[in-house]
């Protein structure tokens, strides 16, 4: 089956620092991937929509500057979380869509990093 | 008002019993409507889903959809302490964005 990795799954940087995330598609091709943030006992919060080779799309209310996302393969796609404030300690999921190939329902989520900023 | 709305409970319910969860949404777009269950600490994964109005049954789990009320519903029988999670319901136009409700934190105790 699909299946979606993320790395690291959990990762405490300092206030200030930058912090990388990875979201990777073991056994299909990405041509989507999207970026979740999820509070405690909350949803999913759409952070942004990237395909592959292009620019992201972001959420109203999303910075872009300080969410930085590429998708630049069909198979990876980054999330840096830039300057990180403790307000940014969250658990952030990515997930995948395999279109046009796949159908409009299948979106294969990773397993989360959860990013604590001392 | 949201697009899927979901009561986040907690559902507290004995092992074995049937249970209940449900939906509303108010895009009469929505094509697809799925469920997806999240253990702690985890990503969700889909469970179910269903395209446009109707049921669909898979083992132990059965997912409803009316769309002349808008309702979405899942039926777990026989549930299990395994089954204690949270459970999302999602529905989509066809198009890239899935829309999620805030999901019901469901307990089945022993």
């Known amino acids: 089956g699909a299946v979606v990795s993320q790395h690291p799954s959990w990762v405490i940087c300092k206030s200030g620092t930058s912090v990388k995330i990875e979201c990777r598609s073991l056994d299909f091709q990405a041509t989507t991937m999207f970026w979740y943030r999820q509070f405690p006992k909350q949803s999913l919060m759409l952070m942004a929509t990237?395909?592959?080779?292009?620019?992201?799309?972001?959420e109203q209310g999303v910075e872009k500057d300080k969410f930085l996302i590429n998708h630049a393969s069909l198979t990876l796609s980054t999330l840096t979380v830039t300057s990180a404030h403790p307000e940014d300690s969250s658990f952030y999921i990515c997930?995948?869509?395999?279109?046009?190939?796949?159908?409009?329902?299948?979106?294969?989520f990773g397993p989360g990093t959860r990013l604590t900023v001392t | 008002q949201k697009e899927v709305e979901q009561d986040p409970g907690p559902l507290s319910v004995p092992e074995g019993a049937i249970v209940s969860l449900n939906c509303t949404y108010s895009?009469?777009?929505?094509?697809?409507f799925m469920w997806y269950r999240q253990y702690s600490r985890k990503g969700p994964e889909l469970l179910m889903y269903t395209y446009s109005s109707g049921n669909k049954e898979d083992g132990r789990f059965t997912a409803q959809v009316d769309k002349s009320s808008k309702y979405i519903s899942l039926f777990i029988r026989d549930s299990q302490p395994s089954d204690s999670a949270t459970y999302l319901c999602a529905s989509n136009t066809g198009g890239f964005k899935t829309i999620f409700g805030a999901g019901t934190r469901l307990f089945v105790k022993a």
């Open positions: 997930s995948a869509r395999d279109l046009p190939s796949g159908n409009s329902y299948e979106q294969y």
């Open positions: 990237s395909n592959e080779g292009s620019k992201a799309t972001y």
């Open positions: 895009n009469s777009a929505f094509q697809y």
